[in-house]
């Protein structure tokens, strides 16, 4: 047997003659091609979509969370170091098979060089998630507070259809918990316990990852959410999720 490293930078054995496992990135990337992720056109909002679908009024009349929990990521900033997903890890005890977020890569389209661009995603937490109505038992759910979508773990019965609605790939069954596990902002490791940042967002050396409350005039993330120099866009607009994570350049 020979030793390599799996998606979180770990010691994995491999079995000669088998591909036990594809690269965690380049899987999900084929499930997110499918979904429409790396598809181009209709996946982006442009900026005017977006500040209408969140303007003052919408989230006071619509989404009265508060705080109204939300990232904003500036894509181009991302150099694939992984931190994110290192802190990540240790925050919320993610086993080696599992993630709670990653980072794509993929070709810059018509560059000269070929160069790389990354792509870091993970549970949008959306406004209308498609995994919480399609949930059977009501184990997955949007806490009426701060609208961070959560998983109650005892009542989770490992169906999966959750993760079969997911537009953006970001829940595994984690097999300990006999339960679904996904992204929760970090609510129960950090949020609950105080703390003003979550995890990857604290570690990431290049500040991509940008969280706040987006109720808050005042945050950043509103700021950079509503700023009116450069694009900002959702990921998969099209299928009516309505996501708290945003992206940008720059």
Known sequence: MTDGLNHNGRKQEKVPG??????????LKMGLVITGIFAGGSILSLV?????????DAYRNEYQYKPHYAMILRQDRCIDCKRCMEACVAANSVPDY????????????????????FIPILCNQCNNPPC???CPTQATY?????GIVMMDDKKCIGCKSCIMAC???SRYYNEAKKAIDKCDFC??????????????????PADVRVFGDLSDPASRVFQLVHQLQKPVWVLREEVGAKPNVFYMKG
């Open 18 to 27: 088998f591909q036990l496992e594809i690269e965690r990135r380049e899987f």
């Open 48 to 56: 005017s979509n977006v500040r209408n679908a969140y303007s003052l």
């Open 98 to 117: 599992g993630w709670r977020t990653m980072i794509l890569k993929r070709r810059v389209p018509k560059s000269v060089d070929q160069k790389w661009e």
């Open 132 to 134: 919480v109505r399609t």
């Open 142 to 146: 949007k806490d009426k507070v701060s």
């Open 167 to 169: 537009p953006y790939n």
């Open 187 to 204: 609510f129960v490791t950090r949020l609950s316990r105080g703390m003003k940042n979550v995890a990857c967002s604290e570690a990431c």
